[in-house]
């Protein structure tokens, strides 16, 4: 298990999430996470357009700011990592 993976792991038990059940989907997320890690210093959601403004794009580090909100209108986050509890 990659560690941003497992990071994802802690930050969903915390919030009482899980991470997306379907692996291979997880790991693309988790791919984009670390692109934008490597390429624009933080782990930007995936499914969010980074602004390179530091005080807007803050919001869209994973968790982004909409996740909870969107888990619990959709059961999943936009970008399909993070899942509600069965």
């Not at 997320?29 to 390179?52: A, F, H, M, Q, S």
């Amino acid at each position: 298990m990659s560690r941003t993976l497992e990071i994802a792991e802690r930050i969903a038990k915390v919030k009482g999430w899980k991470v997306n059940p379907d692996k291979k989907a997880a790991q693309e997320i988790i791919d984009g996470l670390n692109r934008n890690k490597e390429t624009k210093g933080k782990y930007y959601c995936p499914c969010k357009i980074v602004t390179g403004d530091p005080e807007v794009d803050k919001d869209i580090i994973c968790p982004c700011k909409d996740a909870q909100k969107e888990i619990d209108e959709m059961g999943h986050c936009h970008c399909g990592l993070f899942y509600a509890k069965d």
